[in-house]
């Protein structure tokens, strides 16, 4: 378990997905593993690309010493885009890899994190009337997003955030009546 995120709702999310995957007996065994497979992939950690805090932390600090009358141009967004995009990425997916990046980035690649932030900043100020508009997938709240990973792991497309509560009981319940009379079939042989 060391070296990858904790998840709380791991075992019963395998039961919902394995439920899932029985359900269709005409699926043969090898397209069955791959469906599986996939279901793993859905649910591993997101990876993190450690460079968006570090230059995120150093871009609020560098625009806490500029002058109000300049900080009024200068949209944080814009600053760490500018600095992101000549900075290397350090994605993680596990807490190993985190600390490894975390670190590298606080020492190796200090100075080059600083450097392109001060150079976003100085990008940014050159064109103070450049308007932001946001990108089409920050339209979509993270609870939309959220909602449409509940479907997919559920395999349930009618949910909305009136339903999924009893949806998720009701999973719940039939993972933890599986796990039970898988059990109590172990403990009569």
Do not use: C
């Amino acid at each position: 378990m060391s070296g990858s995120f904790f998840n709380p709702y791991q075992r019963q999310a395998e039961a919902v997905r394995n439920r899932r995957f029985q359900v269709a007996p005409e699926l043969s065994e090898a397209m069955s593993g791959q469906l599986a497979g996939t279901a793993d992939q859905e649910m591993a950690p997101e990876p993190t690309n450690v460079m968006e805090i570090l230059v995120k932390a150093e871009a609020v600090r560098q625009m806490q010493l500029l002058p109000p009358k300049t900080l009024k141009f200068i949209k944080l967004t814009q600053v760490k885009a500018y600095a992101l995009n000549v900075l290397p990425p350090l994605y993680v997916t596990s807490e190993k890899g985190w600390h490894r990046y975390w670190q590298k980035g606080n020492t190796e690649l200090k100075e080059q994190i600083t450097l392109a932030v001060r150079q976003g900043i100085a990008a940014v100020q050159r064109d103070p009337l450049r308007e932001i508009s946001a990108l089409p997938h920050e339209k979509e709240p993270i609870a939309d997003a959220t909602l449409n990973q509940i479907k997919r792991l559920l395999g349930n497309n009618d949910l909305t955030w009136y339903n999924v509560v009893p949806a998720m009981k009701r999973a719940l319940r039939h993972a933890q009546d599986s796990g039970k009379s898988n059990r109590e079939q172990l403990t009569q042989r």
